[in-house]
Each structure stands twice: as structure tokens, then as C-alpha cells.
T-cell receptor
Framework: DAMVIQNPRYQVTQFGKPVTLSCSQTLNHNVMYWYQQKSSQAPKLLFHYYDKDFNNEADTPDNFQSRRPNTSFCFLDIRSPGLGDAAMYLC?????????????FGDGTRLSIL | GQQLNQSPQSMFIQEGEDVSMNCTSSSIFNTWLWYKQDPGEGPVLLIALYKAGELTSNGRLTAQFGITRKDSFLNISASIPSDVGIYFCAGPSNAGGTSYGKLTFGQGTILTVHP
């Protein structure tokens, strides 16, 4: 009974070819986050949605965009992937009315750039 | 912004040994979280700490919320091969905030267990 589901688990794209990663949740959490994680490093927050409100981190490149069409789904769009964008992308959720439930992560999508 | 200093960066131990890792901050935190990440998977919450001085166990894992609210440690007793992975401490990016908000992560401790 996975609660944060990321698809696909592995994604290969070509340099410069747009790619979309998806995340869905069954927890009904208000907040959804997207992280980039490079090898053996801590996850780096790209942006998050609080309900429909989008919150971008100051150092997130413009190449990264996100959409949240409803509570359950959130997408990460990379408009023109470069070699440096190869990484694990993690989705997480949390809810302000459940303060004893910290961020819950999906299993990630590993993105490779050819 | 908030920074968490996690040590050690990596550990190589024999099966059956105990492990200890810690996290420190220059700011106080109201919440400390410990996550484990297996290779190719997302981080999984191991233990959450909400009160200074709190000592919490989860099986062979024990974590404590430092009394100064600026540190936390995680101990693993009698390690087994499946303990292999990266362990992250984390706390709310707004140090006085709660765990549902943005998180600041430590750099991680890579644990290798030799059978």
C-alpha cells in the first residue's frame, strides 16, 4: 500500500529533450515537494506546493517547472535537460494538520541523460 | 539558512558491532528526524523526536533529542547487513517550526556493514 508513488522509477532522455516525472499520493496531504538528489548527497529541495500555491526555491534553475492539477498528483517538468540534471528525483508529502507525520517520500525516479 | 552538521560521513563496520552517528546545529530545533535511504530507494523515516531530552527506540535503533536542542544522535545496536544505507538527520528549515514544513538535511552518514 504505497502512499507516495513515483513514475517511472527509471527514466532515460536525450540531452535537450523535455521530460516529465510524475508523483501521486494517497495520503491527502496538502503539501507536495520535489527534491533533486545526486549521488551520496542530501536531497536538495527544488520547490513545493502548498495546496495550489507554488513555492520555488531561490536557486532552482528555470529549466525546472512543476504542475499540480489536483491534490493527488504533482509533476516535475524539465524543459531542456542537461547532463548535469542526471540525478534521483524524489517526491515527498506532508500536512500541516498532521504535525506528527513528517515528510513521507516516494521511491524516486532515477533520471539519466544521453 | 539552517545547517546541520552530520558525522561521521561514512562508517565501515563488522556485523554485530554497534554504531553511533550524530547531528549538530548552531540553531535550536523543535524537531529532529532520522531517515534511512537504501540504495535506489527514497528516504524512510526511522525515528522522530519532538522534545528536548527525549530518548526514543525503534527496534535496534535508539535516538535522542539533545537537551540543548542543538544536537541529536542515532545509535544502532548489533548491526546486520541490511542496515547498510545512508542515514540522514533532518529538522525543520524554520528551526522553530514543525516537521510538516520544509526540511534541512544533514550531509548523511554512509554505513557499510561487512558480514
Amino acid at each position: 500500500d504505497a502512499m507516495v508513488i513515483q513514475n517511472p522509477r527509471y527514466q532515460v532522455t536525450q540531452f535537450g529533450k523535455p521530460v516529465t516525472l510524475s508523483c501521486s499520493q494517497t495520503l491527502n496531504h496538502n503539501v507536495m515537494y520535489w527534491y533533486q538528489q545526486k549521488s551520496s548527497q542530501a536531497p536538495k529541495l527544488l520547490f513545493h506546493y502548498y495546496d495550489k500555491d507554488f513555492n520555488n526555491e531561490a536557486d532552482t534553475p528555470d529549466n525546472f517547472q512543476s504542475r499540480r492539477p489536483n491534490t493527488s498528483f504533482c509533476f516535475l517538468d524539465i524543459r531542456s535537460p542537461g547532463l548535469g540534471d542526471a540525478a534521483m528525483y524524489l517526491c515527498a508529502t506532508s500536512s500541516p494538520d498532521k504535525p506528527n507525520q513528517p515528510q513521507h517520500f516516494g521511491d524516486g525516479t532515477r533520471l539519466s541523460i544521453l | 539558512g539552517q545547517q546541520l552538521n552530520q558525522s561521521p560521513q561514512s562508517m565501515f563496520i563488522q556485523e554485530g558491532e554497534d554504531v553511533s552517528m550524530n547531528c549538530t546545529s548552531s540553531s535550536i530545533f523543535n524537531t529532529w528526524l532520522w531517515y534511512k535511504q537504501d540504495p535506489g530507494e527514497g528516504p524512510v523515516l526511522l525515528i522522530a523526536l519532538y522534545k528536548a531530552g527525549e530518548l526514543t527506540s525503534n527496534g535496534r535503533l535508539t535516538a535522542q533529542f539533545g537537551i540543548t536542542r542543538k544536537d541529536s544522535f542515532l545509535n544502532i545496536s548489533a548491526s546486520i547487513p541490511s542496515d547498510v544505507g545512508i542515514y540522514f538527520c533532518a529538522g525543520p528549515s524554520n528551526a522553530g517550526g514543525t516537521s510538516y514544513g520544509k526540511l534541512t538535511f544533514g550531509q548523511g552518514t554512509i554505513l557499510t556493514v561487512h558480514p
